[in-house]
């Protein structure tokens, strides 16, 4: 079977090749539009697939919306629904990625939030790694700066910002990278990668930046955190980190929806430690996905059952 076969559009799940947009809508030509990314887990030894953090992911998803002035008539709830029957009709038995997308349908020219028609729509790809998260990683610090949040604020998964992640994510292939560590506006700290959330070890302290150096408050960075403390007994602080910094790290990780947890071996071409996957980004590593396919009972309301 080929998926992706529906999408929820026009306020129903239909096959997803009658989901269409014009080519004069405004989320379109203005970027005016917020989005979410959920991972479903397959679990082969119980043949079952478990949504991760739907409820958290859904929040943040309305929580954008507010920002961008998207009135959207579902609730949590409802949002949660309508994926749990998208992904049942799907039938997947393999990981795959859900793609809630608000946006403001108007054919009107101009950029602007309000007097707008909006709408939404959901659909699923398979999708495995989206790093190749069985290697340590080389990164390049992007001479491209994150948007602050009085530009437009990367705490809101806004569909135009990610041009930004562009920019940065390119900029490092081109040069022979595989991904980008971003600095704040000021250029003065560490803010994320181009799109996912970074940690360092030092000392045995996990340290990851805080929420008002323009990073997105990733679901993943809440959940490595409270996996760190709960099960790991690792102190972990959340301060401004700088560069050079990196250079001296014990470990360092990307983490978020997409690029789960991902080792990072070089910085600049620096060594991260000794190059290779650090004991505690491994741990975390093997936890995370044993918690998300709903293997550690503890967490299980983090799994939702299709």
Known sequence: MEHPEYA???????????AKVDIRTNALQYGTAVFEGIRSYWNDKTKTSYIFRIKDHYKRFLLSCRIMMLEIKYSVEELSDITVELLRREKYSEDCYVRPFAYNSSLDIGPKLIKNEQDIFIYSIPLGEYIDIKRPINVCISSWDRISD?????????????????FQKTEALLNG?????????NGRHISEGSAMNVFMLKNGILITPPVTDDILEGITRDTVIK?????????????????????TADELFFCGTGAQISSIGHVDKRPVGDGKIGS?????????????????REYSDWCTKI
Request: charged share 30%; proline share 4%.
């Open 227 to 247: 996996l760190a403390r709960e099960v790991e007994n690792v102190e972990v602080v959340e301060r401004s980190i700088d560069r050079t910094e990196l250079y």
């Open 177 to 185: 990278y595989d991904e980008a560590i971003v600095l704040t506006n």
């Open 8 to 18: 929820f559009f026009g306020g129903k799940i239909i096959p997803i090749t009658e």
């Open 280 to 296: 505690l980004t491994k741990r975390l590593q093997e936890l995370y996905f044993k918690v998300a396919k709903n293997e550690v």
């Open 150 to 166: 009085n530009a437009i604020p990367p705490r809101a998964k806004i569909a135009g910002s990610y041009v930004n992640a562009a």
